[in-house]
């Protein structure tokens, strides 16, 4: 999991090519905006910035990443809207070092965005990471108890 998390991390596909993302940077972050980013991936164990709201997503991306969690059974987390600031929408682009919203943290660490989440949802990983969080996914709940009732 680490490996693709790192390749996805430092790596984005444009046409045929990878490309680092630091080329894709497009400003340094102030002390202050760092710090304040720094405090809101810290504030629960699971943070999205996204376009919308939970209960409204407004970008199909960020849509499909709430109903993975909701899927687990994922309720308590933060969002924020980065349409509210755009300051917020461009410095977590910088503070990642990932281009596009929505951005997903896992304990205060980046695991990237929609595409990522789906690739662990779809593999099953995610299960494994929402446990190192003491979080069981409802999924997972759901597989035991149908395997009780065979």
Same mark, same amino acid.
């Given at each position: ?21 630091? +080329? ?14 720094? /405090?809101? #991936? +810290?504030?629960? /164990?699971? #943070? ?7 209960? +409204? ?6 849509? +499909? ?8 059974? #994922?309720?308590? @987390? ?26 997903? @943290? ?8 929609? /595409? ?15 446990? &190192? ?15 009780? &009732? /065979?």
């Amino acid at each position: 999991m680490s490996v693709l998390r790192n390749l996805t991390r430092n790596y984005t596909i444009a046409s045929t090519f990878l490309i680092p993302l630091r +080329a894709c940077s497009t400003s340094a972050l102030s002390s202050e905006l760092r710090q304040r980013l720094s /405090d809101m #991936v +810290a504030a629960k /164990d699971i #943070v999205i910035f996204m376009k919308g709201v939970p209960t +409204a997503p407004q970008c199909g991306f960020s849509n +499909a990443v709430v109903q993975i969690l909701k899927m687990h059974g #994922v309720e308590d @987390y933060n969002a924020h809207n980065v349409l509210e600031e755009n300051e917020i929408r461009e410095g977590v682009k910088s503070f990642s070092n990932w281009p596009t919203i929505p951005q997903v @943290y896992f304990k205060g660490e980046f695991i990237g965005g929609c /595409d990522v989440l789906l690739q662990m949802h779809q593999s099953g990983d995610i299960v494994e990471e929402l446990q &190192k969080l003491g979080i069981k996914s409802k999924l997972l709940t759901q597989a035991e108890n149908e395997a009780k &009732k /065979d």
